[in-house]
């Protein structure tokens, strides 16, 4: 990707300091790094929201039903009781719900 190795940041950290002198670049530095932590967490957060949509999408997503056989007739068949209905689904899991190693924290 990107082969920025040790020797080519002391180059350009000296080209800076040349360009901007020594008063400006404790503030450029700092400006950038607000912009790179600023671009981290809206990475974060789009990628909380990413995953926090693919588990809402996987318990959505419903087995199909399995075969029926039909119901036997006749002499003797009894039939059971209608049958209670089921628990309403739990609600689907957010990003503050995973531990911290799962959130990529």
């Not at 360009?19 to 670049?25: H, I």
């Not at 957060?45 to 056989?69: C, V």
Request: proline share 16%.
């Amino acid at each position: 990707m990107l082969d920025i190795g040790f020797s080519k940041i002391l180059v350009i950290a000296a080209l800076a300091l040349i360009v901007l002198g020594p008063d400006k670049l404790p503030q450029v530095a700092r400006t950038i790094g607000r912009w790179a932590g600023r671009a981290r967490a809206m990475a974060r957060q789009f990628r909380d929201q990413l995953e926090s949509e693919a588990d809402n999408l996987k318990f959505n997503i419903q087995e199909p039903p399995a075969a029926t056989t039909p119901p036997a007739t006749g002499p003797g068949v009894v039939t059971p009781a209608a049958a209670p209905p089921a628990d309403p689904p739990p609600p689907p899991a957010t990003a503050a719900d995973r531990p911290p190693h799962a959130r990529g924290e």
